[in-house]
T-cell receptor
Framework: SQQGEEDPQALSIQEGENATMNCSYK?????LQWYRQNSGRGLVHLIL?????REKHSGRLRVTLDTSKKSSSLLITASRAADTASYFC?????????FGTGTRLLVSP | DAGVIQSPRHEVTEMGQEVTLRCKPI?????LFWYRQTMMRGLELLIY????????DSGMPEDRFSAKMPNASFSTLKIQPSEPRDSAVYFC????????????FGPGTRLLVL
């Protein structure tokens, strides 16, 4: 199993701005997933990108994957206060998911 | 679908008592995971089942913890005896595939051991 490392640990922005979070990992993967956790709630799956994909979109979310650099980024465009949460990446190589410490995003009105 | 269901949502108990956490996975999912989340250690995988069989329990802290999955629609995580350091939020998650695919999390059980 392997763990993704999210960067930055915390991010504070204003509503309407874009938020970018990064994830690095160490070994080869089959896919990489991003999850969101609102305070006091369980994790919610946002998006899964496979190792043969370079970019994927879902609504206001854009995920990129660079397997040569073993890194991924999550971009949230036109952020809203409701996007305030912790965001986790989970690289997967047919092994159990290991979640990092996440990026805490605060979006102020 | 109702999603992953966990009970109780909150549990307060005294040190030494037995605690049983329950989970009902999403119908049709064949993998079930138990996680524990604390501020100090983050989100830790305790054990996972595939087709009701425990596959990896290397994350179970010690013998005081045990987990069962008697059928495809029910799992329990038991702590006996409980200790204050077991205080955490315990999540159950399920997935359709085996390892590495999308997991669907329950709302968690917030456990406080006094």
């Amino acid at each position: 199993s392997q763990q993704g490392e999210e960067d930055p640990q915390a991010l504070s922005i204003q509503e309407g701005e874009n938020a970018t979070m990064n994830c690095s990992y160490k070994t080869s993967i089959n896919n990489l997933q991003w999850y969101r956790q609102n305070s006091g709630r369980g994790l919610v799956h946002l998006i899964l990108i496979r190792s043969n994909e370079r970019e994927k979109h879902s609504g206001r979310l854009r995920v990129t994957l660079d397997t040569s650099k073993k890194s991924s980024s999550l971009l949230i465009t036109a952020s809203r206060a409701a996007d305030t949460a912790s965001y986790f990446c989970a690289p997967s190589g047919f092994q159990k998911l290991v979640f990092g410490t996440g990026t805490r995003l605060l979006v102020s009105p | 679908d109702a999603g992953v269901i966990q009970s109780p949502r909150h549990e307060v108990t005294e040190m030494g008592q037995e605690v049983t956490l329950r989970c009902k996975p999403i119908s049709g999912h064949n993998s079930l995971f138990w996680y524990r989340q604390t501020m100090m250690r983050g989100l830790e995988l305790l054990i996972y089942f595939n087709n009701n069989v425990p596959i990896d329990d290397s994350g179970m802290p010690e013998d005081r913890f045990s987990a069962k999955m008697p059928n495809a629609s029910f799992s329990t995580l038991k702590i006996q005896p409980s200790e204050p350091r077991d205080s955490a939020v315990y999540f159950c998650a399920s997935s359709f595939e085996d390892l590495g695919e999308t997991q669907y999390f329950g709302p968690g059980t917030r456990l406080l051991v006094l």
